[in-house]
């Protein structure tokens, strides 16, 4: 991305533009590390419950007799819930707040997984998925948007990337626990466990997780002043006496769906949207179906498993070394280099199945390179929209990703049904990696609209 000026949405009001300039240009306090941890808890919740159906795919297919096109309509029922989620849901957190929309995502997360643990047939697992999934959309996209808008401009790459080191970190606990739970309790305790933990966390966020600066100051909702002075205190910045003028915190054009594709901002939308529909194809065609691959490859479910695993512990790494080089090098140019590096590790480890050693050598190597294109597209996404459109902007840019997730591991089981091999599947996957690097090199962005923008900006 062109590196550009950050702009003060409320120059009119000096004292608001000295308090919104100290947060992007002066140091972390422990209040703003502390918001962003909350965010990356409830990514690796997050990584727990959409991934378990990758984990628990083999056992629920042999109970019930499934064959690979039903296991691929399971393993897409939670991505399909993400999309309606992040498309439907996540665009009220810029009308009624980001932690509202947040804590009723997890509320709809938990009861989706604790539902999940009691079906009796795949068509209602199916369904119960659906459910999760909407609730995690939702969470996902305030949470991105709220570690980015509590950033500075330095940090701000690395605090959305450690959301994704998060659901990194929860897939790998959902991966460990797989083999532990199924092996002494069966597939359902797998379930159950991520819907008590996403339970117990939500009073946890209730009382710890903060509502948006850059929400609080462009919507003003009740008590704004006061919310606003509150976390000026709390990150050690200077209160304000009042609030400026809504004219000066209000933008050109209006928010909504339609302005995502007006004339400033419909080349970097459909850029995005493009890169997101491929890179999550990608990325859950590899992490839903390794295992089960693994298996058909030679290997016991054990080994599979642990394959998974191995994938998504390389995903923490991958997330937080992307986060670091965020910090000094351009993030597009991080990105479309996880991109390429990506394309080429999937048809390397297809070759590798005979080996064991080398398979799960390269499938960690694979995780810290996929897991880091997620990251990516998550931290670019909301430096593009202002603020009033940024929850919905990242809603959208995830929801049309979701398509592409949903579509992959269906059209994989079709495509393995109808004779297709695991090798000719993965190359088809590099390809659609390669593709979206080539993509992004369209990606141009003119003047930010809000304090977050320049997600990644290079600091001297």
Not at 49 to 71: A, I, N, Q, R
Not at 184 to 196: D, K, P, T
Not at 395 to 407: D, E, K, N, P
Not at 425 to 440: P, Q
């Amino acid at each position: 991305m062109e590196k550009s000026s950050t702009p003060h949405r409320t120059a009119g009001h000096p004292v608001t533009a000295r308090l919104q300039q100290a947060l992007d240009n002066g140091p972390m306090s422990r209040f703003q590390w502390g918001a962003i941890a909350i965010c990356v808890l409830l990514n690796t919740l997050d990584g727990f419950d959409v991934l378990v159906m990758s984990f628990t795919g083999k056992t629920v297919s042999g109970e019930w007799h499934l064959d690979s096109g039903t296991l691929g309509l399971l393993l897409s029922s939670g991505l399909a819930g993400m999309a309606l989620g992040a498309l439907l849901v996540a665009p009220w957190a810029d009308r009624i707040g980001r932690r509202p929309v947040i804590l009723i995502g997890l509320t709809v997360a938990a009861a989706g997984m604790l539902l999940s643990s009691a079906s009796q047939n795949w068509q209602q697992l199916g369904a119960f998925r659906l459910l999760t999934g909407v609730g995690i959309g939702a969470v996902l996209a305030g949470s991105n948007v709220i570690a980015g808008e509590f950033a500075s401009r330095r940090w701000r790459g690395l605090a959305v990337s450690l959301n994704s080191t998060g659901y990194a970190v929860g897939a790998t606990i959902g991966g460990i626990s797989s083999v532990a739970l199924i092996d002494r309790y069966g597939w359902r305790s797998v379930f159950l466990a991520g819907g008590l933990a996403t339970l117990a966390v939500i009073p946890l966020a209730f009382r710890l997780l903060p509502e948006s600066l850059d929400f609080l100051l462009s919507r003003r909702p009740a008590n704004a002043l006061e919310r606003v002075n509150s976390l000026a205190r709390r990150m050690g910045q200077p209160e304000l006496s009042a609030l400026p003028d809504r004219a000066a915190t209000k933008l050109t054009s209006a928010g909504g769906f339609r302005r995502l594709l007006a004339p400033d901002l419909r080349r970097p939308t459909l850029v995005l949207w493009g890169a997101f529909f491929l890179v999550m194809a990608a990325f859950y065609f590899v992490t839903s179906w390794t295992p089960t691959l693994l298996v058909k490859a030679g290997m016991s479910a054990t080994q599979s498993l642990t394959g998974g695993t191995l994938l998504n512990l390389g995903g923490i790494f991958g997330t937080a070394l992307l986060g670091a080089l965020a910090a000094r090098y351009a993030l597009a140019s991080v990105l479309r280099t996880y991109l390429f590096v990506s394309a080429a590790l999937v048809v390397a480890f297809a070759a590798s199945t005979d080996t064991l050693v080398l398979a799960f050598c390269i499938g960690a190597v694979i995780g810290v390179a996929v897991n880091g294109c997620i990251a990516g597209l998550y931290a670019l996404t909301p430096s593009v929209y202002p603020t009033p459109l940024r929850a919905t902007g990242v809603g959208a840019a995830i929801s049309v990703g979701r398509v592409g997730a949903i579509i992959a591991p269906t059209a994989a089981g079709w495509l393995l049904d109808s004779g297709w091999t695991p090798l000719a599947l993965y190359v088809t996957t590099g390809v659609v990696f390669c593709a979206a690097g080539l993509l992004l090199l369209a990606m141009r962005v003119g003047r930010p609209t809000g304090r977050a923008a320049l997600a990644a900006e290079p600091t001297p």
